[in-house]
């Protein structure tokens, strides 16, 4: 059994965001930068999954961005994975879903693999769109929101998030496609002895103009903060002053008393 798992390098979402010189994306300056968290519970059910099989599947992990996601290869392949694929591109962030997907679906065929682990979505454009396209690329079934998740002979059975507190549970025919979401594990930390073996592991360097041609879709109009709001008020004194004072406020800022 042959396994991929798409991962991406994120920002904190602690950081501080602010626009970048071009304003259609952020600035990296003093960013901190991690494997995305929907991502890291794909890299933990493909590492559960060659465990409970008793290692025989190989899995792939495969990044596309700089230099600097190799970091998140790493990790992942400290976490269990048994090889890298950095698809090298320095403006990974102009990219659309639709090029990152069909760059990744480049990658991938004629590599048979039989399941596809991806995050439900990137913490950092949230389009939920790269797993969906992917499939549908390589003509592969696809569940999303998986919560759950049991492979059989021949057939991976998804246990599915919906809304409202609702779930479903789906039937696909491998190969296939699982898109990961909260609350599907607990993404386990790496060990040092396994963060010390992930340094001899192979990670492929390839060029994205090798797998890319095709042009965007859609395009990143603009990237910014919203307006901020005014100040909050504090009132103080006893209730009926209190109450005056918000009556006032009331008459005075909103109209809603008159």
């Given at each position: 059994?042959k396994?991929?798992?798409?991962?991406k390098?994120?920002?904190?979402?602690e950081?501080?965001?602010?626009?970048?010189?071009?304003g259609?994306?952020?600035?990296?300056i003093?960013?901190?930068?991690?494997?995305?968290?929907?991502?890291?519970?794909?890299?933990e059910?493909?590492v559960?999954?060659?465990?409970k099989?008793g290692?025989?599947?190989?899995?792939t992990?495969?990044?596309?961005?700089?230099?600097?996601?190799?970091e998140?290869i790493?990790k992942?392949l400290?976490?269990g994975c048994?090889?890298?694929?950095?698809?090298?591109?320095?403006?990974?962030?102009?990219?659309?879903?639709w090029?990152?997907?069909?760059?990744?679906?480049?990658?991938?065929?004629?590599e048979n693999?039989?399941?596809?682990?991806?995050?439900?979505?990137?913490?950092?454009r949230?389009s939920?769109?790269?797993?969906?396209m992917?499939?549908e690329?390589?003509?592969?079934p696809?569940?999303?929101?998986?919560?759950?998740?049991?492979?059989g002979?021949?057939?991976?059975?998804?246990?599915r998030?919906?809304?409202?507190?609702?779930?479903?549970?789906v039937?696909?025919?491998?190969?296939?496609?699982v898109?990961?979401?909260?609350?599907l594990n607990?993404?386990?930390?790496?060990?040092l002895?396994?963060?010390?073996?992930?340094?001899?592991?192979?990670?492929?360097?390839?060029?994205?103009?090798?797998?890319?041609?095709?042009?965007?879709?859609t395009?990143?109009a603009g990237?910014?903060?919203?307006?901020?709001?005014?100040?909050?008020?504090?009132?103080?004194?006893?209730?009926p002053?209190?109450v005056?004072?918000?009556?006032?406020?009331?008459?005075?800022?909103?109209?809603?008393l008159?």
């Amino acid at each position: 059994m042959k396994i991929l798992v798409c991962i991406k390098q994120v920002p904190d979402m602690e950081s501080r965001f602010r626009p970048d010189a071009s304003g259609v994306w952020y600035s990296e300056i003093d960013m901190a930068f991690r494997v995305n968290e929907y991502d890291e519970f794909a890299i933990e059910e493909a590492v559960r999954l060659k465990e409970k099989l008793g290692g025989e599947p190989e899995l792939t992990v495969l990044s596309l961005g700089p230099d600097r996601v190799v970091e998140g290869i790493k990790k992942a392949l400290a976490m269990g994975c048994d090889r890298g694929i950095h698809v090298q591109d320095s403006s990974s962030h102009l990219k659309d879903p639709w090029q990152v997907a069909s760059a990744i679906a480049a990658c991938a065929r004629g590599e048979n693999y039989d399941l596809i682990f991806t995050g439900l979505q990137s913490q950092d454009r949230g389009s939920a769109q790269v797993g969906v396209m992917l499939a549908e690329l390589l003509d592969y079934p696809c569940a999303t929101t998986a919560i759950g998740f049991e492979c059989g002979q021949g057939t991976v059975t998804v246990k599915r998030e919906l809304e409202g507190g609702l779930r479903a549970v789906v039937r696909l025919k491998t190969p296939a496609l699982v898109t990961c979401q909260l609350g599907l594990n607990q993404p386990r930390y790496p060990t040092l002895p396994n963060i010390m073996k992930a340094k001899k592991k192979e990670i492929r360097a390839v060029p994205v103009s090798e797998m890319l041609h095709e042009e965007p879709r859609t395009v990143m109009a603009g990237f910014y903060s919203p307006p901020k709001k005014g100040s909050g008020i504090v009132l103080e004194g006893d209730v009926p002053d209190q109450v005056d004072k918000l009556i006032g406020i009331l008459k005075d800022k909103t109209g809603l008393l008159r």
